[in-house]
């Protein structure tokens, strides 16, 4: 079965730092280009982060940019996305997302 699976979500106060995993199986992970997602309530999902097949090229979100790093493990068919500096506008559901399969999310919550 082609499935990703989230965790490392939670609550965070401003300026603090939190690492989403995603781990994948059902298919050959480390052929393909991965990507974080999120979905704020009332708000459409945006693109965070991406990063290609072997994790040597990334792009992010200007709303990221400089705070978020995404990366891999082809090894452990995992992919991360690093979270620091965090902001009570970064509250949303993240996903990740492999081209023919999304995660089920995880909820990142910003709050003091």
């Keep these: 079965e082609v499935q990703l699976v989230e965790s490392g979500g ?48 990334t792009n992010y979100a200007d709303s990221v940019k400089g705070r978020f790093t995404i990366s891999r493990d082809n090894a452990k068919n995992t992919v991360y996305l690093q979270m620091n500096s965090l902001k009570p506008e970064d509250t949303a559901v993240y996903y990740c997302k492999a081209p023919m399969v999304w995660g089920q999310g995880t909820q990142v919550t910003v709050s003091a």
């Design 10 to 57: 939670g609550m965070v106060q401003p300026g603090g730092s939190l690492r989403l995993s995603c781990a994948a199986s059902g298919f050959t992970f480390r052929a393909y280009v991965m990507s974080w997602h999120r979905q704020a309530p009332g708000k459409e999902r945006e693109l965070v982060a991406v990063i290609n097949s072997g994790g040597g090229t």
